[in-house]
């Protein structure tokens, strides 16, 4: 079984920038491709970002990217979402995910494990 705890979530401004981290208790985190998802009120659950657990190739929802960054450091256990010019639109609860894969994947359905979720809130 694998825990995902995600902390980092916060208000912030329009243009402000927050760190998300995903702490993963997992035995071997090189067989997980982990992602971010979010899901704001009212929406579903949507892709935000994948790392594969080798190579550390990453993909982006093209409303984040250039924006966002998401890398892992496998020697903590730990996944990132680095959050940079902050928009309203980005205000959702943000989800940690974890796959036994070594492929990319962005489907929701298509993850195994969850996070509780944290929420980041960006004011106009």
């Known amino acids: 079984q694998v825990q995902l705890l995600e902390s980092g979530g916060g208000l912030v401004q329009t243009g402000g920038s927050l760190r998300l981290s995903c702490a993963a208790s997992?035995?071997?985190?090189?067989?997980?491709?982990m992602a971010w998802f979010r899901q704001a009120p009212g929406k579903e659950r949507e892709f935000v970002a994948v790392?594969?657990?080798?190579?550390?190739?990453?993909l982006y929802a093209g409303s984040v990217e250039g924006r966002f960054t998401a890398f892992r450091d496998n020697a903590k256990n730990t996944l990132y979402l680095q959050m940079n010019s902050l928009k309203p639109e980005d205000t959702a609860v943000y989800y940690c995910?974890?796959?036994?894969?070594?492929?990319?994947?962005?489907?929701?359905?298509?993850?195994?494990?969850w996070g509780q979720g944290t929420q980041v809130t960006v004011s106009s």
């Open positions: 790392v594969r657990p080798i190579g550390l190739n990453t």
């Open positions: 997992v035995r071997n985190v090189t067989s997980y491709a």
């Open positions: 995910a974890a796959r036994h894969t070594t492929v990319i994947c962005t489907a929701r359905n298509e993850y195994e494990f």
